[in-house]
Structures are given as C-alpha cells and as structure tokens.
C-alpha cells in the first residue's frame, strides 16, 4: 500500500536506527522516514520536509519522549554546522553506533561473517583536533569565519569551536583584526574573486607548536608582519606562517605551491616516541593520542620480527612505516604527493632510521613496480583515502604474495568492499578493530589483519647433515611440512630456527648446535608469542606433542 505522506504533514515517529552520517530512521506506513539530529529510541513528532517515492525527510517538530541516549547539545552552532554528528547523544552510545556502523558495512557490503572487536573509545572528546581548515566569506562589515553547513558552501560563523585547542580560537581572532585593518576581501565561490579563502591551522599536540597558512586566491597578501605580529600576540606556540596559493575554480581547499612568510616551514609533532616534521600539504593522524592506539593495533597485527620487508602504501609523512621500523628488516614507503615523501625522508633522518626508503608515486603503479623489481615484502600496510584501495591496487598486492596485509581505513563502506576483494583474492579478514579518532563525528576508523590462506610456498633451508638423524618424534614431520602447515591455518611464516627453539621448550630433542648462533657474539631472533603459538598448534596436529 502507497503512502498517502506529504510535505509539511506532521507525523508520529518513533527512531529505531540510524545512518552512517547521523540521522535518525523511522517507518510510517512502511515508509523510511530520514530525521536529522534525531536518536535511536526517540518519539517525536516528525514535520515531512521531502518526500521520495522510497522513503521521506523530516525534521523534528517536537521530541515527545526523549532516547536513554539523549544529552543536552552542548554547542550553539550544533544543528547548523556540519561538523559534528553526535552532540545530542552520549559518548558511550555514540561508540555503540559506530561499532554497529563497521560490523553493519562488513555484513551488508562485505559479506564477511566476522565481527570487529570492541572500538577503542577516545579517551578524550573535546580539543583533540590538531588541524582545522575555516572557509572565510562575506564583507569587512559581515565578515564569516567558521564551517560549512551540512551539504552546502553556506558558511556558518564560528569562532569557537569544542573539537578545536583554543589556540585555534586565538589565531582566528588575530587573523579578524588583521582583515578588517589591512581590508583583504574574502573569496567568494560564485565569482572567483576576492583573496582570501581558507584559514588553515596545524598543532603540534605533544610539543605545542602551531602553524598558521593563508589560503589565497593570488600570490600574495597586504602587510604579512602585521598578520605574523598578530598571531604572535594570540598564539604563543606559533612556529610557522604560510602563504598557499590557490587560483583554481575548484572545492579542493589548498593549492599545490606554498610559502614561508616567518618562521619555519612546518612544525615538529611527537608520536609513538618518534618526532615528526609536518609540512602544510603533508597528511597526519588528526588525532595523536588516538593516533598512537591506532599504530599499536596496526603493528601488533603486522607481528614483525625483524626479519620481514615491510611495504608502507599512502605512506604520507611516513608516520606508519617509521613507527615499526624498528621491528621490520626494511621498510619502504609510497606517497604521491612529493612534499610528503620529502617529509618521511626527513623524519627517518630525524629519527636515525637507515633501513627505510621512500617512493614518490601512485600507490598501485609503485607497487606494480616494486613487484617487477622482485620486492617481495612480506607484510603490506595501506592506509587509502576515503574511496578506498580499488581492485587494480589490490589485485598488484594479492601478486606480490605477502603473509600479511593491515589495512587501516576512515570508512566502512570502502573498506568492506576491499575486504570483499581481497576475500577473493586468498586474503581473509582475522581480526578487525574499529578506533574512534574523530569523536561527536559521524567518522570511524578500522584497522584489520587480512591473512593468505590456502597457499603453499616453497623456502629454501640448507639442512646440515646431522639434522637427518631424527627422533622418533620428528619423524611425523619436516621442517618443511611445519611451515607449510603455519602458513596455511594462520597465515605466518616462521623460520627453521622457531621451529627449532619450539621444539626445544616442548622437550623434542634437538641437535645441539643447531639452535645457537653461529658466533658467541651473535644475537639471536627469539620465536614470537603468536609464531610460538601456530608452531605448536602444528606439533599437536602432526602428534609431535
């Protein structure tokens, strides 16, 4: 039966779910009905604005009973700006969505039957953000500085922002007197004229500096000491003020050229104990401190032992592969944005890291390249932009053959349609963590472990001649058939020495110089817990223990 719903008709409804971008969904007459800033359990009276032949919009006329999950918004631009989704709900229920938001991508897109671990929660929700980007418009008289609204370019005033450290605030405060007394006009999108069209902020969250940069429509601005003074006045930390141009017709916020008008040309941040210099079109976590979780997950899912090749795809700044550098044999990293790849080279240099290297490229032509090469990594991590990896990107990396592959991705839906795609490649999902690094919004990220499974491949060993006088107990199985074993049911590779070391705690005899170093100097790799684990998982199934 058709519903009979019009526009401005007023109706009851009660929220039974929500959408990925925070809108309540309730059925009238087995009509979807789309409700903004509404919460699961909520009854209200809903005012029709839209109506599709597949569902209605509507706005909230009156909340008749309030959701257990309600909470007073706590900022005066929150149904205005599009910035935040969740200020109406508590943060515990909003941790629940977005853990309900992954598992429902992996289900419905991915058609994975595995369920994400519990999400790791913010620890802090309020001036977590180290970096903003606010649109500038009108007049000198009616002058605008804040968000976007939600689906348009209608920019809403707001100085203050709670996701936002309050040096942010002061900067913008210095950057309004420096408007109105040096008179630069505002961009206006629908003309193309006018210079200045983004003020864009950057801090350092563990060493307090901050950078500053002027996005233009032109070369350059009227009186750069007067703005450089005024910052200095409001922001203590300021480090670095930056010109970008930006002259193109376009949505993109910064241009491709940029220049240093005081101080340096980037900041300097601290992550995972390793210093950073962040230039102003480098990519870095917005987040730090949840940042840092997100790096701990991603390496205790890569399980390096200092032995792998470790391939670092949309390396950006090179955060990632410099965090587990020193765990991995090699790393190298790709980005295609050049200052990017000038900055990971100068933090591996920063940081005194020699066994890591940087391309300059797309991710999917390096990684082909690297493939014809013979670079044959054994662990790939991929942290792609919002669209997702793509099957050419995908199908370069099931070529390549590594043991394992940690995606780290700032959407579900993407990732779940990769994930899918890697399925069928051989890669399946064993453990998926969602991370909340952008709280009271609508956006999660998701780090997963993917595995070969279903695989053989051949390794090479030099056995000395010693190592064929076996015990009854080793007859079961070879080395080879250990390994092969491993690799199959968990997707690790372990060495003949794990092995050895393994058998060796079990109380399987083993000759006695082949689990020692070669020199009385050496040091010598001992089997992680999780190969040590798969290794004796394999001496119980060939009866060996």
Not at 31 to 55: P, Q
Not at 493 to 504: N, R
């Amino acid at each position: 039966m058709q519903t009979q719903l019009r526009k401005n008709d007023r109706i009851p409804l009660e929220i039974t779910s929500v959408t990925a971008d925070g809108s309540g969904v309730g059925r009238y007459e087995g009509l979807a009905v789309f409700v903004a800033n509404a919460a699961v359990g909520d009854r209200i009276t809903a005012h029709i604005i839209k109506v599709k032949k597949n569902y209605a919009v509507a706005r909230i006329h009156q909340i008749v009973q309030p959701s257990p999950d309600r909470v007073r918004p706590d900022c005066p631009v929150f149904q205005q700006c599009g910035g935040c989704a969740w200020r109406h709900i508590s943060y515990e229920a909003e941790c629940r969505l977005k853990e309900q938001t992954v598992a429902d991508a992996f289900s419905r897109i991915g058609g994975l039957a595995i369920a994400p671990q519990p999400i790791l929660a913010a620890e802090e929700t309020e001036g977590y953000r180290n970096k903003a980007q606010y649109p500038v418009g009108g007049t000198a008289q009616a002058l605008r500085i804040g968000f976007f609204a939600p689906r348009s370019h209608r920019i809403v005033d707001c100085r203050t922002c709670r996701l936002q450290p309050p040096e942010f605030d002061g900067a913008l405060r210095a950057f309004a007197r420096w408007i109105a007394e040096s008179r630069v006009s505002a961009y206006d999108e629908e003309t193309g004229r006018g210079l200045l069209r983004h003020i864009y902020l950057r801090k350092a969250q563990e060493t307090g500096e901050v950078m500053a940069c002027a996005v233009v429509n032109g070369d350059e601005i009227p009186d750069p000491e007067r703005l450089a003074g005024e910052l200095l006045r409001e922001v203590p930390g300021l480090r670095s003020l930056i010109l970008n141009r930006n002259t193109a017709r376009t949505n993109v916020v910064l241009g491709p050229v940029c220049k240093t008008l005081w101080g340096e040309d980037g900041i300097v941040d601290v992550l995972c104990g390793m210093r950073f210099f962040i230039s102003p079109l480098a990519f870095y976590q917005v987040n730090r401190s949840q940042a840092e979780r997100l790096y701990r997950k991603a390496a205790e899912y890569a399980a390096l032992t200092g032995e792998e090749t470790l391939l670092d795809l949309y390396c950006g700044a090179g955060t990632i592969g410099l965090t587990m550098a020193g765990r991995a044999r090699q790393v190298i990293g790709v980005e295609v944005v050049p200052e990017a790849v000038e900055d990971a080279k100068r933090n591996a240099a920063l940081n005194g890291v020699r066994n890591a290297r940087f391309l300059c490229g797309d991710a999917s032509m390096a990684a082909r390249q690297l493939a014809e090469e013979g670079v044959r990594p054994d662990v790939i991590v991929i942290d792609p932009p919002r669209k997702g990896c793509g099957a050419q990107l995908i199908g370069t990396i099931a070529e390549m053959g590594p043991s394992r592959v940690v995606y780290i991705s700032c959407d579900p839906a993407t990732l779940a349609r990769d994930l899918k795609l890697f399925a069928e490649l051989g890669y399946l999902v064993q453990e998926a963590t969602p991370v909340d690094l952008f709280p009271r919004t609508n956006h999660v990220e998701t780090v997963c472990l993917l595995s070969k499974l279903n695989t053989k491949q051949h390794i090479e060993i030099n056995l000395d001649m010693d190592e064929l006088d076996l015990t009854d107990a080793e007859k079961k199985a070879t080395y080879q058939e250990i390994k092969d074993y491993v690799l199959e049911h968990s997707g690790l590779k372990v060495s003949s020495l794990y092995i050895a070391q393994v058998k060796q705690k079990c109380g399987i005899i083993e000759r006695e110089n082949y689990n020692k170093p070669k020199s009385e100097d050496a040091k010598q790799p001992q089997c992680p817990p999780d190969k040590e684990k798969a290794i004796k998982e394999a001496l119980k199934h060939f009866g060996m223990i």
